[in-house]
RNA sequence: GCCGGUGUGGCGAAAUGGCAGACGCACAGGACUUAAAAUCCUGGGACCAUAAAAAGUCGUGUGGGUUCGAGUCCCACCACCGGCACCA
């Protein structure tokens, strides 16, 4: 630490302001009915106290931070950042009126207290109060104006109570597709087969589907009524294959998992059945997708959003597996049954009649039963997948199953990996394509994937990458059923035409000599595409689509022929018209100790089947038991399975042991904090109303900052628990974040990403130490737009710190200071703060009327801060300040109510100083001074800016070459005269005609000469 | 590959289509000081010119375009950053 002498006393004024605010509770929110103490200075601002009502308390204004996760290595640069720019709104809104809720807590459970639990044995819960104590005097440090009262951790039992309660909802409540949102699942209506006694066959595809297969199909009508309900949940079991991390012992999201690996930690992922809690988010991906239009977020992270819901318009089209004849036990004569409906899904039913083979996934269960026993007598080895697996499987049956291993073997990496080659088998069996009826191979392949669309697709080659690699591999037929565009055509031939399309058009037997060469390259792209060098995959013209009488399509651009294609399958009952999403459903359940349990358990029927029922609300909290041991059990088991006691239940049901991921309390804390004490309810109407409603603008938090990190894991799964809540009537508004901004990332001095490993990380108690606060608050802010990525410089700290050091010179006189600081290095420290009072204010500062110069520097300053407050531009605002500060370092006189103004907009941005400066001003002047924190921010008043004579730019022929000045209201003549008469403009229109002359009024001119 | 964003002095950056580089950092010179630090003052895009200046020319990733006038608007391209990626 450099022993440079301080620019001002900040070690003692800044723990001084942060003590009295403590003990004001000076930025207490309050909410509706709430009492409010008189002499609270919100209650002074306002002239309010006592129970106050909604309707009575000023407007309100929520504006809120993403709440850190509690790390054992405390705060670094990057979280004061956020913070500080919603400080500073927090702080001026204040100013403007506003009722502002500000609150902070902390996303504590996690994985790290968990993993060091593991080592030492520590109870997560120790090192996790810890890591919150510190970071809660880390933030304090900095002089944020937050509603400590309403502080919220997700581990507090009181807090996760609630967020067991709201899994409840979603387990009990189910999406109705025709009222298009969730309804208590009683109002789910069972099957008519279900309703009746008489037993039906209940449907195995729709079973397996919906992960109910945890039932036997022997059940009874009650167990079987149960599985139909409990595969509709909003919060279901499911066995399907999940992310499972060997390493962290436990499944993740596939928003978790990036290239195969742990986004925490980096560690290899498989896939693996499992038996998982999903939340059926997928129900929702329309809205999600909808509302995105109703709220203010940037741009790119909409797009994110999108990308990552998904949505794809298409059909979904059903193909007929080819049908067998079966030789009857009765009967010696023999019977064609019809094969299973296959559907697929494509963005392009445009391209059917193109649809030369059909690829299903290997997880695709349809496989079973449409799988040939023989191979027809014409399948080449390459179709039986012989050099994959080393050797030729005997029948189709038995290469599916060796393919299916295969393709189990593959890791995620290898699966997601480009560059591989496409691998796939023929299963013996064909389909017929609806339209023109062409007869198609069947092939199972594991570039469909399973959890897309149907899991099958029609395979296009002609016009798709994808299909036109598969195909050139194994040889099948390409048929090309969209004409590209000229353009595209005779790029590919190439000029002078290639020798790949000479030869062809020889091969073929046609002619040169009567075509010009894109009459040829057409007809021979309609005659056989598959010669060109690459598939075409834009939009064109339809051509050999024209199959049957009642459908003629040919000579129709991709988007008419889209329509008429599928109209003509909806009217024939063949396929309709869908949206697919890529959303998934979202894997709920961790392995973990540290996270919310689960309120369910697990019984047996009398038949011993298992089924999943849940707690009833009145058993909240269900608190995990103590542990002595936090590792999963040797087989496998979470560790909550440790617990036998906690475990087991007298009735002999059995407790679920998973946890909830560290996503489900980071869903609702923004709606705890409205109402943070509620003991009734996770939020009490009144306060949702107020907090979060419309007031006819903007609905939900008014202003949500934190990183990019979150935008497609918290802030989806946020928006989709929030619409169920709304939807249920829960909460007052279908959005839970009105206007969202991401701050940039602060990278380390090297302009690397800050990280412990490259040693370039800036710990904020050091710079708060040997510069303070509100230095730290400034350089955050300072440094450049809040959304931007920008590294941190030491040396741009310590320029702010120089501007904090000018402002307070600027008010203070310089032999008191001299004295201050010559007492205190003869003083014991703990008596230091007392000689805050040897220091006086600036003679120079006298309560007299300001000059117009002085007030006019005054508002200029006022209308830029103001301003960019309103635009969230710090940087420029701050820029404002030092431009006042410069100018009144040269007054003479600084009058007390220019002197007021400067400080009441300097105080979002540095409070400590700010208010020590306030509280000095009026006691020097006899005068007791209000609170700082709601003073009425001040107005500019434009008339004060008004200049009589103004400075234009003279340019000739769009080149400046000298200003004039002129009276503000001059007339275009005027003007005109004024600019001719310059010197400098003079030597450049000497002897030259002005044909044209632009006057901007109040901007420019411009002289044209020829 | 697709989507989004960003390119301006030595550095962080600023500019409703109208004097590019406000403000700050770093740097240089000066004042104060025995000296240094701190503070205060002054300077500053590049080129050309000069004893010093003035004047001049060029200049916002590259190339075009629109306009009296472009960092700003349009088209094409390049580089970097972020996201997604066999999603049919």
Redesign the pocket.
Known sequence: M?S??R?YPFHLIEPKWQQTWEQQQAFRAFNPNEEIPANHPFAVRHKLSGKVSATQLPEKFYILDMFPYPSGAGLHVGHPEGYTATDILARYRRACGFNVLHPMGWDSFGLPAEQYAVKTGQHPRVTTEANIANFTRQIKSLGFSYDWSRELATTDVEYFKWTQWIFLKLYNSWFNPETNRAEPIETLKFPAELESTSVGRASSRADAWDGSSVASPHQDLESRRRAYRDSKRLAYVSEAPVNWCPELGTVLA??EV??GKSEVGGFPVIRKPMRQWMLRITAYAEKLLADLDTIDW????K??Q???I?G?E?AEVEFRAGGKYVRRSDNAESEFQIGPKIP?????PDTLCGATYL?M?PENKLLDEIVEDKWPFWAYAELKGTSLFGKEPATPKEALELYRKYAASKSDL?????N?E??GVYIGESAVEPIRENIIPIFVA???????????????PAH????W??AKKYRLSIRAVVMPPDEWLMNAVGSPPAEWFTNAFKLLNLSMDSMDLLTAARKLYERDCGLFPYPFVGTGTAINSSGTDDLQVNGLSTAEAKAKITAWLEEKKLGKRTI?????DWLFSRQRYWGEPFPIVWKKDAAGNLHHEALPESSLPLLPPSLEDYKPTADGQPPLARAKDWLNLPDGSVRETNTMPQWAGSCWYYLRYTDAKNVQSFVGKDADNYWMASNGKAAGVDLYVGG??H??LHLLYARFWHKVLFDLGHVSTPEPFYKLVNQ??ILGED?Q?MSKARGNVVNPDAVVEEYGADALRLYEM????L?????W?T??V??????L??AW?LFVDEKAETAFEQAETTTEPSKHAELLDLILLDGGITDTDATPAQLKTLHACIKKVTE?LDGM?F??A???M??F??EA??WQTKPLSVMKTFLQLLAPFAPHIAEELWARLHSTFGQTAPSLAYAVWPKFDAALLVESEI???V?V?????D?IKVAVDADNTAIEAAAKASE?VQ??IAGKAIK?V?I?P???V?L?VG
Do not use: C, H
């Open positions: 450099s440079s002498r620019q596939n928003e990036i290239d940037s741009d790119s992270l797009e994110m999108r990308n990552w998904g794809s298409g697929v899904f494509t963005t392009r690829v996934s290898e699966r997601t990996d480009l591989r496409k691998t594991d570039y469909v994937l399973a959890n897309y669309g149907t899991g099958a697709i029609m395979a296009v798709d990458e994808r299909d690699e598969f697919n999403y890529k959303l998934r990019t990190e935008a497609v940039g990332l302009m990403k300072f440094m450049g737009p959304q931007d990525t920008k590294p410089n040396k741009g310590e320029g702010v710190y120089r501007f050091g000018r010179r960019d531009r940087n420029t701050i820029s404002a030092m431009v500060i410069n370092m040269t400075e234009l730019p340019q022929n769009g080149k400046f070459r200003t400098k030597t450049f044209k632009i901007v109040k901007r420019m411009n044209i």
